[in-house]
């Protein structure tokens, strides 16, 4: 079992660290632009109105919906995350896959973010989206990277390079 709880341990580190570099991404752009909290309090609004519940519509609700939702996608995603970078400690084709799937991902976001834009999203920039969520996938891949000296070598291996 202390491999299952590492590999927690590191997820949910590599989670908050994502979490935390998106909100201060955020909090640093809508400073910049005059309305501090903009963004979590429009995400809050849209999670909590998923919920059919608007009897607390108040801004400090929708940033602390939006706080817990973030961090619990986070959290799971970096847990996911950590599960992939052991898992290539063993077969490290892995880290290839998750590569791939990465992009996919991004993409996706960045089209349902366009999608969106113009409506539930009133104004927030995919361009802003999209750089919040490449420095959270950097700031959790050099945590991921620092705590797996071996993965620049799995990742090379994976790659091809090691025959």
């Known amino acids: ?11 949910v580190i590599a989670g908050i660290i994502g979490a ?3 909100a201060l991404w955020f909090l640093i752009v809508d400073t910049i632009q005059g309305r501090p909290f903009f963004t979590p309090a429009l995400l809050g609004a ?6 059919g519940d608007t009897t607390h519509d108040t801004m ?3 940033v602390v919906m939006y706080t817990i939702v973030h961090y619990a996608a986070f959290i ?3 847990i996911l995350f950590s599960f992939v970078v052991n898992k290539a400690e ?3 084709t892995v880290l290839v896959i998750a590569t791939l799937l990465f992009i996919i991902f991004e993409l996706g976001c960045y089209g349902v973010t366009l999608m969106l834009a113009e409506t539930e999203l009133r104004g927030l920039a995919w361009y802003q989206i999209g750089a919040a969520n490449l420095l959270a996938a950097a700031a959790m891949g050099y945590y991921m990277w620092k705590t ?5 070598e799995e990742f090379a291996h994976a790659m091809g390079g090691n025959e």
Do not use: D, N
Not at 46 to 51: C, N, T
Not at 148 to 152: D, F, G, R, V
């Open 1 to 11: 079992m202390p491999q299952a709880h590492r590999l927690a341990r590191e997820g």
């Open 20 to 22: 935390t570099t998106v």
């Open 46 to 51: 849209g999670a909590l109105s998923i919920f």
């Open 60 to 62: 400090l609700t929708h």
């Open 76 to 78: 799971l995603t970096g």
């Open 90 to 92: 063993t077969e490290p």
């Open 148 to 152: 797996h000296p071996a993965l620049k």
